[in-house]
């Protein structure tokens, strides 16, 4: 089954661009993460939003084409790898599908040495959404992960890449000293993986938008819900997969 955000410019792009762009990141995850900026934007939840690995631009696409006018976009990367002509296949793709140059920043740095504030003032304040898939060791995602809290508004989201990846068995252990650090954060909901380059991504919520953000999936991907749960010890949080099968037991 093929997934679509309910956002028309964002659909278009999954049809017809998306995996031409190199990248990462599935189609089904980025139908979703669209569809949780569509949600954030029906109920008022605005503000901006960046990506820390943008490598050539296929995830951040969709996010702009998720956003509302005039909201602040930065990509975040340090556009060396593999190639030092990675800036401009990332900008030429961005005018490819329709950004134009004032719609978003690029910050060409590396996200380590990053404070918060540079981030808060590029974009005039706390981000209602990031997508965090910058390097996959602690050193960095625990660093990203810090700095991707400090600058989420209360209502927003973070979204961590390439977790439960068979490549990176260990940064979950990352993920998790983050959580049984910041207690006012959960995983709202896992959006299970396409194949092992398209590798499942984490939600993070604040704890009391858990209740608004589980059902929102819910009613906009009843046929991606997974019937069970994700065990995360002293909660339950959603997973959305694209096939939403059980293990047949009789
Ligand atoms: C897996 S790719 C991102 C894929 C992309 N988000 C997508 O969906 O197609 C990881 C990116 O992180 C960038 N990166 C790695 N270490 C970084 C660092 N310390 N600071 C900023 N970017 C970094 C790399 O240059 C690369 O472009």
């Known amino acids: 089954m093929t997934f679509h955000s ?40 605005s503000g901006g939003a960046a990506e820390i690995g943008t490598f050539e631009g296929r995830f951040f696409i969709a996010l702009a084409k998720a956003m509302r006018k005039g909201e602040p976009l930065l990509g975040i990367d340090s556009f060396d790898w593999p190639d030092d ?32 504030d540079d981030i808060l003032a590029r974009t005039n304040g706390p981000l209602r959404f990031i997508h ?6 602690d050193d960095h995602l625990s660093r990203d992960i810090k700095l991707a809290h400090d600058v989420t508004a209360e209502r927003g989201l973070i979204v961590l890449d390439d977790m439960l990846h068979p490549g990176y068995p260990t940064l979950i252990l990352t993920v998790q000293t983050f959580l049984d650090a910041n207690s006012d954060m959960r995983v709202v909901a896992i959006i299970d993986r396409e194949d092992i380059v398209a590798a499942p991504k984490f939600v993070l919520c604040r704890t009391e938008m858990v209740p608004f953000y589980d059902a929102a999936l819910r009613e906009a991907f009843p046929q991606a819900t997974w019937p069970m749960t994700a065990d995360f010890r002293t909660y339950q949080a959603l997973v959305l997969t694209p096939n939403p099968i059980l293990a047949k037991i009789d």
């Not at 028309?8 to 189609?27: I, Q, T």
């Not at 900008?91 to 950004?99: I, S, V």
């Not at 965090?132 to 060791?137: A, P």
Request: charged content about 20%; aromatic content about 6%; proline content about 3%.
């Open 85 to 116: 002509g990675i800036m401009g296949r990332f900008l030429a793709n961005a005018a490819l599908h329709g950004l134009s140059n004032d719609g978003f920043e690029t910050l060409k740095i590396d996200s380590r040495t990053l404070k918060p």
């Open 6 to 45: 309910g956002l028309p410019a964002v659909d278009r792009y999954l049809d017809h661009g998306f995996h031409d762009v190199r990248g990462m990141s599935s189609r089904f995850a980025a139908a979703i993460c669209a569809r949780l900026l569509a949600i954030q934007s029906e109920a008022g939840i």
């Open 132 to 137: 965090v898939d910058g390097e996959h060791t």
